[in-house]
């Protein structure tokens, strides 16, 4: 499998070039990129089917890199040394992503993950993770039947498990379908204000009361916490 | 009886010829009106203007309205000895001396209402004599006469009371009476004649009068000295000579005389003692005119009470006191100028009867008064009055005589009962009636005969019960006339209506008919009625009412129309105008009996309830109601007389008023005021000390509950004295009390109040000053300044104890922000990328088995890591810590980077060795910042980094430079970034300056400048960070507090 590494740190591209020898010698490194620039060229030049990138690069980050590529046809790990607020963004959109210094057992599950993914999803997966970063979190990328969906989060009441995939409620009476887990919900919402339990993600901007075991909606619709 | 002086008892009629018929009145007190025994001893009225009086039983102080008594208790120490109380005077220090007839003298002291026993005052009457009399001088002397001789006299001007006894060896001479004369002369009199003496050197007789009489009473005037004798009748000294005063009676009248006195107005007034009243005379030169003798009559309720007279004072209004052995008699001469002629039975010389009706002058001004029941009384001029009456008169059918009137021509003529007219002959006491028929057939038979006129022709104009009539004597026709109005024309029978009064208007030619329920009527002389003026309900012009009682001409053209209801009504008869006075203008009563005019223009109008003075010019109206001034409160129509000495009279059904109105006094004396009692809590209240010494009565705050009962000290008519009142304090304005003798108030708050009332006597003159009473009522303890003081201080000390507690937990609050700050700065300090990018750093090293470099790249992490923690625990640290800390930190960016990276650390002489303190982790964060957004993105030229530390006087100055891309350039590379690029060890270190900041006087401050080459480029940035260096002093002076 062809595979380049962009990453800022001379340091940093050696280690992971030896980790792939050491962990996955089917992973061929085809090239080196320290910064953007190089990186989108060096992709385009290469054709590689796995692109390791660090988030942070010299001039710039790897999301700009991406953005200035005409297509993604192929698959994405990213890498870096201490980044929550990208990272977030990666794990929702279920992005492999390692953290420096890179766990050889991590490296080598991220690389099974992504062999049984269609180069399409993973890119697809990418996209969702920077169009949500894009976003800045202030809204919700969701697919629905194929089209990409934008969803202010202030317009989002709540979001309910139908494990494994979830219903989100939105004002206007808006209902659409997610098949993401409701755990990535969970981890996205908390920190941005959200009610966050089992089977509900509540945006604290339509509640109106919490109890122990139910959570009363403006309105008065009531969510039972436990079944 | 304990006056056993040597008199002779005897029962002379007195001054029954020549005297003037005019009745003295007396106001009378005895025990029913609350004296508190009859027996009156001795009267003497007060500064303060209260009348004090000696009874036999008890002191009684009067105030106009009550008696106020003091009686003696046994088993007390204080108070009066004994109730047997036989001489009263006022000392110059306002004590009352009260001798008694066990002996004794008390000293009342209004100051502390105390009654008080001088030792000084026990040791002069070991015999225990009764006191005979006290008299007090202005200069401080008291004189004491005891009853079997012996005279005292003290100077009170001492502070010690200290009597001495008069003329101890003068064996010729015992006294029974004394005075001060005005030239402060003690004057006593009794058997031996008189002896003067200056009490000032008392041992010595300055002059001896009279020295074979025996002088009963003395009387002072001016300079001269009246002496009564047992047996010279009265003496009068003047000037050095003794003169006998003739007396139109006889000398015995001197001989039980047991007091004197000459009044303001120039009377002598006499008390008699057994039996024969009162006499006041006239002094006239050597002569006593004028006599007036009052007696008792048991007929004649103001009549003197008693003819046993004791004792006898006036008052500063002009009243004359008179104390008798069965109460008080008081003279009021203001009351007395109402002339006032009543019926008595058994005085010949009163009306026949009180009710009386149809007055008339005659010609030599005796007024004739006809009556309900006693026939005919002429009041001749003197005063004496001549009875006419069925008893001794012949041709009368009744007592009951309505009309009078001397014609033209001299004949009398009468409206005697029901039985029409008469003619009367006063000389031969005989009446004839008027046998006449009209030519009609209409006699006046049974008719009553109001009111009897004459037109200029000799015609008799009759008002009757039937109408008006005409009677021509001299040919003896009699005419009726029909003069009322519409049915009541042409009736067989004679009509049935009252005339009330006929009145002749000789200008006009017209006869004036007042009628009872059909108005006035204007009449010719041939009886045809030119003019009915009467009520109109329609329109407003009209009168008040169709009874009319009395018409009286005011002027050619104005009639005063006297109604029954309706007031008076004022007719203009040129115009017709009518305007009214009621009760709507002031009237006491809507009832008009009679109206006369005065010289000043007044209409004094008689009622039902008095009579009412009214002024034109003022619009005021006055009343005459007082009882002891007026008949009864009820007049009678067809009553009233004005005589042509200018007197106004008025009958009623009590008697008859008359007096001439420009000879009435008025009181002139403005009354004195005084409060009588403080109520407080409805409880009486002991204030005399205070209120005498002027002091202010403290009450608690409880006691607001006050009532104050006050009196004006007018006698002439004290139910008529008017009172006004104000609590300064809380009263805006003076409260017009009326009569009302009392204010409460309830619920005063604390303060300082002065109570003052003025009062005012029955003619409207107010007391000039005010009767004070100062109450403080004290506030509660919770409203006291030290209680206030007490909790603002309290209040205070809470005040700076919540802020020490809130500044403290603000302080603690501080802290705890300032250790979050610290915290997050350590934690930009451990920066994980840097760390991470570290530690993958070493794991290159192991993969590359670079065993030498990684252990080497290991310890100058780790050094790191521990200079970063130990520097951590400190808010302050040594400066040299600090730079090293930041060299180890160099190196290892310097390592990740490849060695592409220049950094220089120059230090200022002055700082070497120096133990300068700064803050910890501020210097880091800048120079990580030039590293990452400064160095790291350069695509050209070597990046280099100084850090450059100086000196000043009172800071240490730290420059951070760096030759990278500019802040301009890193902002808009970070703003293409996606992932998040906000530095938070910059914003952590902003935070750690404003907690600084805030906290020290002495300010950190960092200045940011983009560098530029020549040719304006940006070529790196430089940070300057000023760090005050006694910022650590401070910090220490804050946690020592």
């Known amino acids: ?227 | 009886m304990i006056y056993c002086r040597p008199a002779i008892l005897i029962l002379c009629l007195l001054l029954s010829t020549g005297s003037s018929s005019a009745q003295l009145r007396f106001d009378n007190y005895s025990v029913d009106r609350g004296l508190s025994a009859s027996t009156v001893l001795d009267i003497m009225q007060s500064s303060d203007g209260f009348v004090w009086i000696a009874t036999a039983e008890g002191l009684n102080r009067y105030d106009g309205h009550n008696f106020t008594v003091f009686r003696s208790r046994p088993q007390a120490n204080t108070g009066l000895q004994d109730n047997y109380l036989t001489a009263l005077a006022e000392d110059r220090l306002h004590r009352i001396w009260i001798g008694a007839n066990d002996g004794s003298i008390t000293l009342y002291d209004p100051r502390n209402a105390g009654f008080l026993r001088d030792p000084a005052l026990k040791g002069f009457n070991p015999a225990q004599v009764p006191i005979l009399s006290i008299k007090a001088d202005t200069s401080g002397y008291v004189c004491w006469l005891l009853q079997q001789g012996g005279a005292w006299l003290a100077a009170t001007k001492l502070p010690q009371i200290n009597p001495i006894p008069l003329l101890p060896n003068d064996s010729t001479f015992m006294p029974y009476c004394m005075g001060f004369a005005p030239d402060g002369m003690l004057w006593l009199g009794g058997q031996g004649g008189i002896r003067v003496l200056n009490p000032a050197s008392p041992e010595r007789v300055q002059a001896s009068w009279l020295q074979g009489s025996t002088v009963l009473a003395l009387a002072f005037q001016g300079g001269s000295v009246f002496a009564a004798t047992a047996a010279e009748g009265l003496q009068w000294i003047d000037r050095g000579m003794v003169r006998s005063i003739n007396t139109p009676g006889s000398e015995q009248l001197f001989r039980n005389i047991i007091a004197m006195k000459v009044d303001s107005k120039g009377y002598l007034w006499c008390a008699n003692n057994y039996f024969n009243g009162i006499q006041r005379f006239s002094i006239k030169g050597s002569e006593l005119t004028q006599p007036v003798s009052c007696m008792h009559n048991a007929f004649n309720r103001e009549s003197l009470v008693n003819n046993s007279v004791l004792c006898l004072e006036e008052d500063r209004e002009g009243n004359v006191w008179i104390g008798t052995l069965s109460g008080l008699s008081v003279f009021k001469p203001l009351n007395q100028q109402y002339g006032l002629l009543r019926h008595i039975p058994g005085d010949p010389n009163s009306l026949s009867t009180g009710n009386t009706y149809g007055l008339f002058e005659d010609v030599d001004g005796s007024v004739w008064c006809g009556s309900l029941d006693g026939g005919i009384n002429k009041v001749l001029p003197q005063g004496n009055i001549v009875h006419y009456g069925s008893g001794n008169t012949r041709g009368l059918p009744s007592n009951s005589v309505r009309s009078i009137y001397r014609d033209a021509a001299g004949r009398y003529w009468v409206g005697a009962g029901n039985d029409g007219l008469f003619r009367f002959f006063p000389e031969s006491r005989r009446f004839v009636k008027a046998e006449v028929k009209t030519r009609e057939g209409y006699t006046l038979q049974d008719l009553q005969v109001k009111s009897i006129t004459e037109d200029g022709q000799g015609r008799l104009w009759l008002g009757t019960t039937a109408g008006l009539w005409k009677y021509q004597p001299d040919n003896n026709n009699l005419f009726h006339y029909d003069i009322m109005p519409g049915s009541l024309r042409n009736q067989p029978n004679l009509p049935d209506y009252q005339l009330m009064e006929v009145r002749y208007d000789a200008r006009r030619k017209q006869l004036l008919c007042a009628t009872f329920g059909h108005g006035l009527l204007v009449v010719d002389t041939e009886g045809r009625v030119l003019e009915r003026i009467s009520q109109n309900p329609e329109s407003k012009k009209g009168l008040n009412s169709n009874n009319i009682m009395c018409v009286v001409p005011l002027g050619p053209d104005t009639l005063l129309l006297g109604t029954y209801g309706g007031g008076l009504n004022v007719l203009n008869r040129k115009d017709g105008n009518i305007q009214s006075l009621t009760t709507a203008n002031g009237l006491s009563n809507d009832v008009v009996y009679g109206v006369l005019t005065d010289r000043r223009g007044n209409w004094w109008m008689s009622s039902n309830r008095g009579l009412m003075i009214y002024s034109p010019q003022t619009g005021m109206v006055q009343f005459l109601n007082q009882s002891s001034r007026v008949q009864s409160l009820e007049f009678n129509e067809g009553t009233y007389l004005k005589t042509g000495n200018g007197n106004l009279w008025f009958g009623g059904i009590n008697g008859i008023n008359y007096f001439r109105p420009e000879d009435l006094r008025i009181n002139a004396m403005a009354p004195q005021t005084a409060i009588t009692a403080l109520r407080v809590m409805e409880k009486p209240f002991a204030f005399d000390s205070f209120y005498h010494l002027g002091k202010p009565i403290v009450l608690r705050h409880n006691q607001n509950f006050l009532r104050i009962d006050f009196t004006g000290l007018s006698f002439v008519n004290s139910a008529q004295n008017r009172f006004m009142y104000k609590l300064e304090g809380l009263d805006e304005i003076w409260i017009e009390a009326g009569n009302n003798r009392s204010a409460a108030y309830t619920n005063l708050p604390p303060g300082n109040y002065s109570f003052m009332v003025k009062s005012c006597n029955d003619d409207g003159i107010w007391s000039s000053g005010n009767a004070l009473l100062e109450v403080h009522i004290l506030p509660p303890y919770w409203r006291t300044w030290w209680f206030i003081c007490l909790m603002l201080v309290l209040f205070v000390t809470l005040l700076l104890l919540a802020f020490r507690i809130r500044t403290a937990a603000l302080r603690r609050n501080y802290q705890l922000t300032l250790a979050e700050t610290e915290l997050k700065a350590l934690r930009g300090q451990m920066n994980p990328h840097f760390i991470f990018n570290s530690i993958n750093s070493i794991q290159y090293y192991v993969l590359n088995k670079s065993a030498g470099e990684a252990y080497a790249y290991l310890a100058k992490f780790s050094s790191l890591m521990r200079q970063i923690l130990q520097n951590s625990r400190f808010s302050f640290i040594p400066l040299d810590q600090e730079l090293q800390s930041l060299e180890t930190y160099l190196e290892l960016e310097k390592l990740r980077l490849d060695g592409n990276l220049d950094y220089s650390i120059t230090l200022d002489q002055g700082l070497r060795g120096a133990q300068v303190m700064i803050p910890s982790m501020i210097i880091q964060p800048y120079v990580e910042n030039a590293i990452l957004h400064g160095l790291t993105p350069m695509k050209d030229g070597k990046p280099h980094l100084s850090i450059a530390m100086e000196q000043t006087d009172t800071h240490v100055y730290c420059v951070v430079e760096d030759n990278g891309i500019g802040r301009e350039q890193s902002k808009a590379l970070n703003n293409l970034r996606r992932s998040r690029h906000e530095s938070t060890g910059m914003s952590v270190t902003r935070q750690r300056l404003d907690m600084l900041n805030r906290r020290f006087k002495d300010k950190l401050s960092v200045e940011i400048m983009d560098l530029k080459d020549p040719q304006g480029n940006a070529c790196g940035t430089r940070v300057a960070i000023y760090i005050p260096m006694n910022l650590h002093h401070e910090h220490e002076g804050h946690h020592r507090r």
């Open chain 1, 1 to 227: 499998m062809k595979a380049i590494i962009v990453d800022d740190e001379t340091k940093s591209r050696q280690v992971l070039h030896a980790l792939l020898e050491l962990v996955c010698p089917e992973v061929v490194v085809a090239g080196e990129a320290a910064d953007v620039q190089a990186g989108a060229d060096l992709i385009a030049a290469a054709q590689p089917e796995l692109v390791f990138l660090d988030i942070s690069l010299k001039d710039g980050d790897s999301f700009q890199l991406l953005e200035k590529l005409p297509e993604m046809n192929f698959k994405t790990i990213f890498i870096t040394a201490y980044d929550e607020y990208s990272v977030r963004a990666l794990q929702f959109a279920a992005v492999p992503c390692l953290h420096k210094p890179v766990d050889p057992a991590e490296l080598s599950a991220a690389l099974k993950l992504l062999q049984k993914q269609s180069t399409a999803t993973s890119a697809s997966r990418v996209k969702e993770a920077l169009l949500l970063l894009k976003l800045r979190f202030e809204a919700l990328p969701v697919m629905q039947n194929g089209i990409q969906i934008v969803l202010p989060l202030s317009d989002l009441i709540y979001v309910e498990a139908m494990n494994p995939s979830t219903l989100l409620f939105a004002t206007g009476n808006r209902l659409l379908n997610s098949d993401k887990h409701i755990d990535a919900y969970a981890q996205l919402l908390a920190p941005l204000g959200f009610v966050v339990g089992k089977r509900y993600c509540v945006n604290r901007k339509f509640l109106a009361a919490a109890y122990e075991d139910r959570l009363i909606l403006n309105g008065g619709k009531t969510l039972l916490l436990k079944e």
